[in-house]
């Protein structure tokens, strides 16, 4: 038996979503739709379909169709925390790309007067920041795979690493324990070698509120969104009581190795 080449092509497409497990796959088009469908249907049992609007679906259906099994709610504004939160896998379909994955699905040409107007960068942006992103390009044209994209709809490697990463991936040196160990003990000499312990004393304490903060971040990524809310309503509130609170965090979650025992499964990343 011969496969076609749109088989092939679907099958490429599931194999984005293989590892996976219980993430929500939002795919775009026809064939990235139907290898979500296969690959839940077969290697990735525990992917997590949408009709399309706003229900969560059991069960594989024929492009068309109503799904055979509704299993559960997710309106539109549900779908951030899930895409924020990391769980979420999408396959666009650019217009253009780059070498780093840089993607335009907004417009063609000059940016202050396009050639051609597209959709928009729509979620493009949160997309590729927040959790992973794939893309299936139809047609494999000099229009397609360009040197440098008209506009940045989805960030790509290079621009992702000139911003540096973000807050939740905050990891210090394990020798900063002991660093802040000395300056704690210089903050008792005398004279000049006392005030170099108390500024860096100062200095550590406030990266370590910082640590505690990228630590509360982390886990509200990874498993509770509201944790944000209540972390800078106390900040708001109890500031100093609250600051005092994260500093520890940070300083003892080396030790304990929170974000190990609390981190999602599948944390998220760009493919």
């Given at each position: 038996?011969?496969?076609?080449?749109?088989?092939?092509?679907v099958?490429?497409?599931?194999?984005?979503?293989?590892?996976?497990?219980?993430?929500?796959?939002?795919?775009?088009?026809?064939?990235?739709?139907?290898?979500?469908?296969?690959?839940?249907?077969?290697?990735e049992?525990?992917?997590?379909?949408?009709?399309?609007?706003?229900?969560?679906?059991?069960?594989?259906?024929?492009?068309?169709?109503?799904?055979?099994?509704?299993?559960?709610?997710i309106?539109?504004?549900?779908?951030?925390?899930?895409?924020?939160?990391?769980?979420?896998?999408?396959?666009?379909?650019?217009?253009?790309?780059?070498?780093?994955?840089?993607?335009?699905?907004?417009?063609?040409?000059?940016?202050?007067?396009?050639?051609?107007?597209?959709?928009?960068?729509?979620?493009?942006?949160?997309?590729?920041?927040?959790?992973?992103?794939?893309?299936?390009?139809?047609?494999?044209?000099?229009?397609?795979?360009v040197?440098?994209?008209?506009?940045?709809?989805?960030v790509?490697?290079?621009?992702?690493?000139?911003?540096?990463p973000?807050?939740?991936?905050?990891?210090?040196?394990?020798?900063?324990?002991?660093?802040?160990?000395?300056?704690?003990?210089?903050t008792?000499?005398?004279?000049?070698?006392?005030?170099?312990?108390?500024s860096?004393?100062?200095?550590l304490?406030?990266?370590?509120?910082?640590?505690?903060?990228?630590?509360?971040h982390?886990?509200?990524?990874?498993?509770?969104?509201?944790?944000?809310?209540?972390?800078?309503?106390?900040?708001?509130?109890?500031?100093?009581?609250?600051?005092?609170?994260?500093?520890?965090?940070?300083?003892?979650?080396?030790?304990?190795?929170?974000?190990?025992r609390?981190?999602?499964?599948?944390?998220?990343?760009?493919?």
């Open positions: 038996m011969t496969a076609s080449r749109a088989e092939v092509c099958v490429a497409c599931a194999e984005a979503w293989r590892g996976d497990g219980e993430l929500l796959a939002s795919p775009i088009g026809l064939i990235p739709t139907i290898a979500a469908r296969l690959a839940r249907a077969t290697f049992p525990d992917l997590l379909l949408s009709d399309g609007e706003a229900y969560l679906t059991q069960g594989t259906w024929a492009i068309g169709d109503k799904p055979p099994v509704v299993e559960g709610w309106p539109y504004r549900a779908v951030f925390d899930v895409l924020w939160s990391g769980r979420r896998h999408i396959m666009m379909v650019p217009s253009q790309i780059d070498r780093y994955g840089n993607a335009n699905i907004s417009a063609i040409g000059d940016y202050d007067r396009p050639r051609r107007q597209l959709v928009g960068v729509r979620g493009a942006p949160g997309n590729t920041v927040n959790h992973p992103t794939s893309y299936w390009v139809p047609r494999h044209a000099p229009r397609s795979f040197a440098s994209v008209d506009m940045v709809s989805g790509g490697y290079d621009r992702a690493a000139a911003a540096g973000a807050l939740p991936a905050l990891v210090y040196p394990t020798s900063l324990p002991f660093l802040f160990a000395l300056a704690v003990a210089a008792f000499a005398p004279g000049i070698l006392g005030i170099a312990g108390v860096f004393t100062g200095a304490l406030f990266a370590y509120l910082i640590a505690g903060l990228a630590l509360m982390f886990i509200a990524r990874a498993r509770a969104a509201w944790l944000l809310w209540l972390v800078y309503t106390a900040l708001i509130l109890f500031g100093p009581y609250a600051a005092i609170a994260l500093t520890v965090t940070g300083l003892i979650e080396p030790l304990l190795g929170l974000k190990r609390l981190g999602a499964s599948h944390p998220p990343s760009s493919t």
